[in-house]
C-alpha cells in the first residue's frame, strides 16, 4: 500500500530516503531486497533505480513524478504573496535565470488563485480587468499590466500563446504604453523594456511585432541584441524594419556568439556592419575567430565587406587571431594569398601550442626553455580561448607543457570555466588533474560551479554533459548547491547521489 507524503514534504529528505535504501540494497540488507523485488527492480543498484522505488511507495509512476507533487504541496502551503512572487519569477525569469514555463503551470494546477498578475501571466485578461490604469503598476513586482502578459514565458507553449497575445491587444487598445519598463527584483537600477521581454523572455514573435506596431521604441538598448539569440531571424528582421539600428548594439557581434550561419546571414542582410568595432577594438572578422567558427563563417563576413586589414585595441589583425588559433582554413581566407604574418619566436610558439602541433611545440622549447614564462597576456589566453572552443588537443598540449592553469580569457574566465559552461567532461577532467580549481572566478563574480550551473539550466551548448561535469567538480571537493529546485531533474540527482 503506498505510503501517504506528509503535509509538507520536503524533497530532500525523499532524496536522503533514496541513498539510504540504495546503500542497503549494495548491503544486501533483507528487507530492502525484498522493496526491489516487490518493483520487478534487479541490481547492478544505481540510485535512479532507488528513487523509482521511492516514488512507487509514495503512489507516484517516476522520480518526476513524485517531485511534481512535492513541488504542489509547497506551493500549496506557501504563503500567498510568497507563491505570487515564485510563480512571477518563474514566468518572468530572475536575474540570470530564464522563465520556466511548466513549473508555472504545475505550480498553479496545485494552487489556482485569483490573482491579477497571475491572471496576466497566463493570458487570463478577464481575471485582471478591469484596471483603473492600464500604466500603473501591479504587484508583486510593481510592473504594467502588460509586462506580465507580454514578458510571460508561458507564451512560449502553444496551449497559452494565443491567449496572452489577445491580452497584449486589449492592453494596448486600452492605452497601455507599448514602452513600458519592469526592474527584476535582481537588479532593481536596470530598467528592462517591455519588447525586450517579448523579445527574450517570451519569445514571442506576434508579440514583439504587435508591441512595434503600437510604437514600442526598436532602439532599446536591448532588443535587437537579444533578438540575435532566436532560432528565427525573423525577429531581427521585424525589429530592422521598425527602424532598430545596429551601430552600437554589439549585436553582431553577439550574433556570432551562436553557431548559426542563417542568422549570420540574415544579420548581415539587413545592414549589420562587420567593420563595426566592439569591445577591446574587436570587428566581427575578430570576434568570429575569437569564438572558433568556422571557414565559411569567415568567408561570408569578407564576402559583405569585412576588411581584413583591420586591428583590435592591441593592433591585432584577424589574420593574427587565425595565426594564434592555429586556424590556417581562416588564414588563408583572409590573406588571400598574401604570406601569413610574419611571427616572432613567441608568438611562433604559441600558434604552435594552439594548432595542437606538438612536435612542433617541443622542438621550439626545447630550443628556447624560457618561451612559456615570457609569453605576453595576450597569448596566455590561448588556453581558456580553446577551452571555450571546444579544442582538447591544444588543451592537452597546453597543459602538457606547464601552461599556467588559471590564466583569464573572455568573460574574465578560466579555461575551466570554459569547459565547465561547454558541459565538456572531458576537458574538464583534465583541467582538473592540472590543477585547476573548481573555485576559480569569472568576471559575473561566480566560479565554476556557477558556470556549470548556468549554462545547464539557461544557455545549454549543444553536445555538452552537465551531469558528468557536475559530479567532477563535487568529486573535485565543490560544494554541492542547496537551492536544488530550480536545477533539471538529472542535475538534482547528481547532487542528491553524493550528499
Known amino acids: 500500500m503506498p505510503h501517504a507524503l506528509p503535509p509538507l514534504p520536503h524533497p530532500d529528505h525523499l532524496r536522503r530516503q533514496a541513498k539510504d535504501l540504495l546503500r542497503a540494497w549494495r548491503a544486501a540488507e533483507p528487507d530492502a531486497l525484498l522493496r526491489a523485488s516487490a518493483l520487478q527492480l534487479v541490481p547492478p543498484w544505481q540510485l535512479a533505480q532507488a528513487q523509482l522505488a521511492i516514488a512507487r511507495e509514495h503512489g507516484c509512476a517516476s522520480w518526476s513524478a513524485l517531485m511534481t507533487a512535492v513541488d504542489a504541496r509547497r506551493a500549496a502551503a506557501a504563503d500567498e504573496a510568497d507563491f505570487v512572487d515564485q510563480l512571477v519569477s518563474l514566468a518572468l525569469g530572475r536575474g540570470w535565470n530564464a522563465p520556466q514555463p511548466q513549473r508555472v503551470l504545475a505550480r498553479l494546477a496545485a494552487r489556482p488563485l485569483r490573482h491579477a498578475a497571475v491572471a496576466l501571466l497566463q493570458g487570463e485578461i478577464d481575471g485582471a480587468l478591469p484596471l483603473e490604469d492600464a500604466n500603473a503598476p501591479l504587484p508583486p513586482w510593481r510592473a504594467p499590466a502588460l509586462v506580465y502578459a507580454a514578458a510571460s514565458g508561458l507564451a512560449q507553449l502553444a496551449s497559452h500563446h494565443d ?31 517591455v519588447l525586450y521581454g517579448a523579445v527574450a523572455r517570451a519569445r514571442s514573435l506576434p508579440i514583439v511585432e504587435r508591441l512595434l506596431a503600437a510604437g514600442a521604441n526598436p532602439n532599446d538598448g536591448e532588443s535587437l541584441y537579444h533578438a540575435t539569440e532566436r532560432d528565427d531571424p525573423a525577429f531581427m528582421t521585424a525589429l530592422v524594419q521598425a527602424g532598430a539600428r545596429w551601430s552600437g548594439t554589439n549585436a553582431l557581434l553577439r550574433q556570432l556568439d551562436h553557431d548559426r550561419q542563417s542568422g549570420l546571414t540574415q544579420a548581415l542582410a539587413l545592414g549589420a556592419d562587420p567593420n563595426e568595432r566592439g569591445p577591446g577594438g574587436r570587428s566581427a572578422l575578430h570576434h568570429a575567430l575569437m569564438r572558433g567558427r568556422d571557414a565559411g563563417t569567415v568567408r561570408l563576413l569578407l564576402d559583405h565587406g569585412a576588411d581584413p586589414r583591420t586591428t583590435d585595441d592591441l593592433g591585432f589583425t584577424p ?12 588564414l588563408a581566407l583572409l590573406q588571400g594569398g598574401a604570406p601569413a604574418p610574419s611571427l616572432n619566436d613567441l608568438e611562433a610558439f604559441a600558434a604552435a601550442c594552439a594548432a595542437g602541433d606538438a612536435s612542433l611545440a617541443r622542438a621550439q622549447l626545447t630550443q628556447d626553455p624560457s618561451l612559456l614564462q615570457r609569453l605576453p597576456p595576450h597569448l596566455l589566453r590561448l588556453l581558456p580561448e580553446q577551452a571555450q572552443r571546444g579544442h582538447r588537443e591544444a588543451v592537452a598540449l597546453m597543459l602538457s607543457l606547464g601552461w599556467p592553469v588559471t590564466v583569464k580569457g573572455d568573460w574574465d574566465a578560466s579555461a575551466l570555466n570554459q569547459a565547465a559552461f561547454r558541459g565538456d567532461a572531458t576537458m574538464v577532467r583534465l583541467l582538473l588533474a592540472h590543477g585547476a580549481h573548481w573555485d576559480e572566478r569569472n568576471g559575473y563574480g561566480g566560479n565554476v560551479m556557477g558556470s556549470c550551473l548556468h549554462a545547464a539550466c539557461n544557455e545549454p551548448v549543444t553536445g555538452g554533459d552537465y551531469t558528468a561535469v557536475l559530479s567532477l567538480l563535487i568529486d573535485a571537493g565543490a560544494p554541492a548547491p542547496e537551492a536544488l529546485d530550480d536545477l533539471p531533474p538529472d542535475l538534482q540527482d547528481v547532487i542528491a547521489s553524493r550528499a
Open 163 to 193: 491567449a496572452l497575445l489577445s491580452s497584449v491587444e486589449v492592453l494596448l487598445a486600452l492605452g497601455a504604453d507599448p514602452n513600458a519598463v519592469w526592474h527584476d527584483p535582481e537588479n532593481e537600477a536596470h530598467a528592462l523594456p
Open 319 to 330: 589574420a593574427d587571431y587565425a595565426v594564434r588559433a592555429g586556424r590556417r582554413d581562416a
